[in-house]
């Protein structure tokens, strides 16, 4: 199985194309991401979306806006309530964590394998195969 992220930018106008994916895609999607960090002083977050594999094909994408939104709990804004509201009409709960941002890594696929390595061990994703 191949799992990757594909990121859309950092959810500005792009949240609106991860929401779209989302919708379009309600009988793949397996959760809605929340990854929040603090990135040269300031708290912001992560939003992603996982569906499930392609059958056939065994490719799992993780669509990503990275590090662009405001944290929530720090500092409330429309771009996560617009994210919790999509969630919330899929039936799906946003699954929260913490993370290192992506600047302590050499390279951004460096920082995505590092995500895919958090969710394999938390079983948000399966295990390579």
Not at 89 to 97: A, F, G, P, R, V
Request: hydrophobic residues 35%.
């Amino acid at each position: 199985m191949i799992q990757r992220f594909i990121e859309l930018g950092e959810g500005y106008s792009d949240l609106y194309e991860l929401l779209e994916i989302a919708k379009a895609n309600q009988h793949r999607l397996q959760h809605f991401m929340a990854f929040h960090t603090n990135k040269e002083d300031r708290d912001v977050t992560s939003l992603a979306i996982v569906l499930s594999p392609t059958n056939p094909g065994d490719f799992q994408p993780l669509y990503i806006c990275r590090e662009g939104i405001p944290n929530p709990h720090t500092t409330p804004n429309k771009r996560f309530d617009l994210f919790a509201k999509t969630a919330k009409s899929q039936q799906k709960d946003i699954m929260e964590l913490t993370v290192k941002p992506s600047s302590q890594f050499a390279e951004k696929e460096l920082y995505f394998q590092h995500l895919i390595g958090i969710l394999r061990m938390n079983r948000y994703i399966p295990p390579m195969k």
